[in-house]
């Protein structure tokens, strides 16, 4: 990015400056260029230094110049441009001169690969007619070369060095042409000497010292020493080594330190292996400064890239290149940059976030993601045909047809601007039409025309609100739309520390939707059914219940809805998987877990009231089965650790919580009450719930409950005899208000109650003698009473107990009980919470 000094920046640029600058690129500003302003000058002067480099695309001269003008012109809601001047002034001569570096680095490393190539051919004899046809070849191809013709005989040691390079790094491979060669072909030369039958051993002494110092000549100096060099004595050879070397060298250093030393020893060693050796440490030097240089030419192509928005593909392969060997970085210097100018651009849509800018029969449209190659959903990002701080967009399907707006003929429509993918024309219109300019950030970027910041890129079906000017999110992604789980797994770090590695390929089916297996859990591809339209997404679920409970449903398609993650329940104790609008019916269908209930499935009116009521944290908890069916009827029910929810048709939802529930669960549930026909309904005294085999009624006090059923009276006239007490009730009196007490049981009539039924197992307690009713009498002193009026409208009920007794209760919740649990004759009988102890619970004596 370009820094603005100010100082500089002040003012515009001259024509002199603007001059200066155009010849930089061998230009001759005429009057049409030295009037343009600053910003179009700049970019003028990209659209020049980018035709030169066209003709060599993969060793462009000016690729700091391009890039310090787009940095310049990027620069928005500055209309003067001040980047664009400071560009003119000094930026562009800067930029310039890292260019020329890079060029002249580029080419002396060019001939320095070529000369050392030549050289190590002529040392096993290759002739230049042979050799010159595979200069252009890469080290490692021209290593083979080297091998294929070295002698089997003659060039055994450097037929063995070239196989060992060969199998080595690319660094080794280079050593081997520059100095490794040599070596080898001087024991080959000493080897072939040993073997010559007709030479003395003076003589052959004499070669292979020779030799020695023709090797050591050109290990560190890089020449082809004459015979007047190859028979200097030793110490003269140092000296001469040690005045030619550059003075920085390592090999200047060593052949000094062969000089200086008092052993002649040294310098033979310098002959014979020093030269070599450091000679191959100023070769790893070399090779560093090199290396170093790539690490900031691709530190700065990718910083552009990253400032771009739109070149993550080129960015990820400059973190891949930095983060590799040297070799990687000169690959990706020389080639790698160029073939990683492609990506594809998805877009949000109605229907999901899986769709692709997709080139279809010369228009633009939106295609939804699909495994395999697809070209046609792959774009080439290049700098603005109209504009080099915008991009254009060019078809990999269609080479040199681009995304473009037909401006003359389809003008733009509320904000959306619809394009084709059309041919370049080579027109000035064109270019400008086919210039599209970006805002937005790395995770999402919007889509302008040149020509129209209001207006931008619309295909069918993408989201948008043209009535707040906001255009679709578009999403720069790999060339090759990556499989939407992919996609996920990679852009969230926890999600992969959660699932693990992957462990299989993606599993599609007919509509390319499926699942991926991870270590931990898998990854789905689901279309969520929103009714109107379908939406495509992913969802991970993890190994264990849930994904066992979903698998036995056969997956998320059979489910329907719109799927969800799994995630913790809300009291984080469980996990879930919520499916909304599921086509088993109701409004969710929930795949839920916790360690002490398992996994279990809730849905439809059941489980919308599950929902409703606060769901796991609500009154019923975890489930702790699926739902069921019950009898023949259609009623279904689920059980939850504090409750049952009943669907029971035509009559709808009936629940049982608390502790009504676990009266119904300590009594056998539907076994021993059947299913639930009302849910808890207050009376005076109780909370009462009725089943089908009979109630349980919770007090209101002390949540004490008590399971019974009523009982049908077949007789005309009975008594009443206590359970503890072993007396009967008797009314004290025949007036009105007379209260009941215990007596021991006789004929007396005042022990004697006709029995009327008003139907429903109710019944009007007649006391025989006076002729009155058996009635609760309320009182402003507790506890409320058995007594009688005259109305004989106040009915009672006998229900089940114990032991085949009886209790006698009323339409408030109360039951009848001998005050004080006293057994005594006279004591009062009175009215109170059925607690289910013996004193509340009597026999039916009939009488005639």
């Given at each position: 990015?370009?820094?603005?000094?100010?100082?500089?920046?002040?003012?515009?640029?001259?024509?002199?400056?603007?001059?200066?600058?155009?010849?930089?690129?061998?230009?001759?500003?005429?009057?049409?260029?030295?009037?343009?302003?600053?910003?179009?000058?700049?970019?003028?002067?990209?659209?020049?230094?980018?035709?030169?480099?066209?003709?060599?695309?993969?060793?462009?001269?000016?690729?700091?110049?391009?890039?310090?003008?787009?940095?310049?012109?990027?620069?928005?809601?500055?209309?003067?441009?001040?980047?664009?001047?400071?560009?003119?002034?000094?930026?562009?001569?800067?930029?310039?001169?890292?260019?020329?570096?890079?060029?002249?680095?580029?080419?002396?490393?060019?001939?320095?690969?070529?000369?050392?190539?030549?050289?190590?051919?002529?040392?096993?004899?290759?002739?230049?007619?042979?050799?010159?046809?595979?200069?252009?070849?890469?080290?490692?191809?021209?290593?083979?070369?080297?091998?294929?013709?070295?002698?089997?005989?003659?060039?055994?040691a450097v037929h063995a060095a070239a196989q060992a390079a060969l199998r080595g790094s690319a660094e080794k491979q280079w050593s081997f042409l520059a100095v490794e060669i040599f070596t080898a072909h001087k024991d080959d030369v000493a080897r072939l000497t040993q073997e010559d039958t007709e030479k003395t051993q003076a003589e052959k002494d004499r070669i292979i010292a020779e030799e020695k110092k023709a090797t050591a000549a050109y290990q560190s100096l890089g020449i082809v020493?004459?015979?007047?060099?190859?028979?200097?004595?030793?110490?003269?050879?140092?000296?001469?080594?040690?005045?030619?070397?550059?003075?920085?060298?390592?090999?200047?250093?060593?052949?000094?330190?062969?000089?200086?030393?008092?052993?002649?020893?040294?310098?033979?060693?310098?002959?014979?292996?020093?030269?070599?050796?450091?000679?191959?440490?100023?070769?790893?030097?070399?090779?560093?400064?090199?290396?170093?240089?790539?690490?900031?030419?691709?530190?700065?192509?990718?910083?552009?890239?990253?400032?771009?928005?739109?070149?993550?593909?080129?960015?990820?392969?400059?973190?891949v290149a930095l983060a590799g060997t040297?070799?990687?970085?000169?690959?990706?210097?020389?080639?790698?940059?160029?073939?990683?100018?492609?990506?594809?651009?998805?877009?949000?849509?109605?229907q999901g976030f899986e769709f692709y800018l997709t080139e279809q029969n010369g228009d633009a449209v939106m295609a939804p993601w699909k495994p395999g190659n697809h070209p046609e959903q792959s774009?080439?990002?290049?700098?603005?045909?109209?504009?080099?701080?915008?991009?254009?967009?060019?078809?990999?399907?269609?080479?040199?047809?681009?995304?473009?707006?037909?401006?003359?003929?389809?003008?733009?429509?509320?904000?959306?601007?619809?394009?084709?993918?059309?041919?370049?024309?080579?027109?000035?219109?064109?270019?400008?039409?086919?210039?599209?300019?970006?805002?937005?950030?790395?995770?999402?970027?919007?889509?302008?025309?040149?020509?129209?910041?209001?207006?931008?890129?619309?295909?069918?079906?993408?989201?948008?609100?043209?009535?707040l000017v906001r255009g679709p999110a578009w999403h720069v992604e790999a060339p090759n739309p990556p499989l939407p789980m992919d996609r996920r797994y990679s852009a969230d770090k926890n999600l992969r520390d959660n699932l693990g590695k992957p462990i299989g390929d993606a599993v599609l089916d007919a509509n390319n939707l499926g699942y991926k297996e991870y270590e931990k859990g898998r990854l789905y591809l689901t279309a969520g059914d929103y009714g109107t339209y379908k939406r495509v997404a992913v969802q991970v679920v993890y190994n264990g219940p849930i994904l066992d409970k979903l698998l036995s449903l056969g997956g998320p398609n059979p489910l329907g809805g719109v799927?969800?993650?799994?995630?913790?329940?809300?009291?984080?104790?469980?996990?879930?998987?919520?499916?909304?609008?599921?086509?088993?019916?109701?409004?969710?269908?929930?795949?839920?877990?916790?360690?002490?209930?398992?996994?279990?499935?809730?849905?439809?009116?059941?489980?919308?009231?599950?929902?409703?009521?606060?769901?796991?944290?609500?009154?019923?908890?975890?489930?702790?089965?699926?739902?069921?069916?019950?009898?023949?009827?259609?009623?279904?029910?689920?059980?939850?650790?504090?409750?049952?929810?009943?669907?029971?048709?035509?009559?709808?939802?009936?629940?049982?919580?608390?502790?009504?529930?676990?009266?119904?669960?300590?009594?056998?549930?539907?076994a021993g009450m059947g299913v639930p026909l009302t849910d808890e309904t207050k009376l005076d005294y109780v909370w009462r719930q009725t089943f089908e085999k009979g109630r349980i009624d919770k007090n209101t006090v002390g949540a004490f409950t008590v399971a019974y059923s009523t009982v049908t009276i077949p007789h005309r006239a009975i008594q009443f005899k206590g359970v503890q007490s072993g007396r009967c009730v008797q009314m004290a009196g025949t007036q009105i208000g007379a209260a009941a007490e215990l007596r021991d049981c006789s004929s007396a009539p005042s022990q004697v109650f006709d029995v009327i039924s008003r139907s429903d197992n109710k019944y009007v307690l007649k006391n025989r003698e006076s002729g009155k009713c058996l009635v609760h009498l309320g009182s402003a002193e507790a506890p409320p009473i058995l007594s009688q009026d005259g109305l004989c409208t106040y009915t009672w009920e006998f229900t089940t107990a114990a032991d085949n007794t009886l209790a006698l209760r009323d339409r408030t919740g109360l039951v009848i009980e001998a005050k004080g649990s006293a057994t005594a004759n006279g004591t009062q009988v009175i009215m109170a919470w059925d607690v289910a102890l013996p004193y509340m619970r009597w026999t039916v004596i009939p009488v005639n």
């Open positions: 990015m370009v820094n603005v000094d100010v100082a500089v920046a002040a003012g515009p640029s001259t024509e002199v400056e603007k001059g200066t600058a155009a010849a930089l690129l061998g230009v001759t500003a005429g009057q049409d260029l030295l009037d343009l302003s600053d910003r179009d000058f700049t970019s003028a002067m990209y659209r020049i230094a980018d035709e030169q480099d066209k003709p060599r695309p993969t060793e462009p001269e000016h690729q700091k110049v391009k890039q310090a003008a787009i940095d310049a012109l990027t620069v928005l809601n500055d209309p003067a441009c001040a980047p664009c001047t400071t560009y003119i002034k000094t930026g562009m001569a800067a930029a310039h001169q890292e260019d020329v570096t890079i060029v002249n680095g580029r080419r002396q490393q060019q001939e320095t690969e070529r000369k050392t190539k030549v050289e190590a051919a002529r040392t096993i004899g290759l002739t230049e007619d042979k050799y010159a046809p595979e200069l252009g070849r890469t080290v490692h191809d021209f290593i083979v070369f080297i091998d294929l013709n070295a002698d089997n005989h003659k060039d055994i020493a004459d015979d007047k060099m190859r028979k200097l004595n030793d110490d003269d050879f140092c000296r001469t080594i040690y005045r030619l070397a550059p003075k920085d060298s390592e090999v200047f250093i060593a052949a000094r330190d062969a000089v200086l030393s008092l052993e002649p020893t040294d310098r033979t060693k310098f002959i014979e292996t020093g030269a070599a050796d450091a000679r191959q440490r100023d070769i790893d030097n070399e090779l560093r400064r090199r290396d170093q240089e790539r690490v900031k030419q691709i530190t700065a192509i990718r910083d552009a890239a990253k400032r771009s928005f739109m070149h993550p593909d080129l960015v990820d392969a400059a973190n040297s070799i990687d970085r000169e690959r990706f210097l020389r080639v790698g940059q160029y073939q990683r100018q492609a990506q594809s651009l998805r877009v949000d849509a109605w774009w080439k990002i290049e700098p603005g045909l109209g504009a080099p701080e915008c991009f254009s967009f060019q078809s990999v399907s269609r080479p040199n047809h681009y995304l473009h707006w037909r401006s003359a003929t389809e003008p733009v429509i509320h904000r959306r601007m619809y394009a084709h993918v059309d041919p370049t024309d080579g027109t000035p219109e064109f270019a400008a039409d086919a210039t599209w300019c970006v805002s937005g950030g790395a995770e999402q970027i919007a889509i302008h025309p040149l020509k129209g910041s209001s207006a931008y890129l619309y295909v069918t079906g993408a989201l948008d609100d043209p009535s799927f969800s993650d799994q995630v913790p329940t809300k009291d984080g104790k469980g996990q879930v998987v919520r499916i909304a609008k599921p086509t088993s019916g109701g409004q969710n269908l929930y795949i839920m877990w916790s360690p002490s209930t398992g996994a279990h499935i809730i849905y439809g009116t059941v489980g919308d009231l599950w929902t409703s009521s606060g769901a796991e944290t609500g009154p019923y908890g975890y489930p702790l089965a699926d739902p069921l069916p019950y009898g023949t009827a259609g009623i279904v029910y689920q059980r939850y650790v504090s409750g049952s929810i009943y669907y029971v048709p035509n009559s709808g939802i009936r629940q049982v919580t608390g502790e009504i529930h676990k009266k119904f669960a300590a009594v056998g549930f539907e």
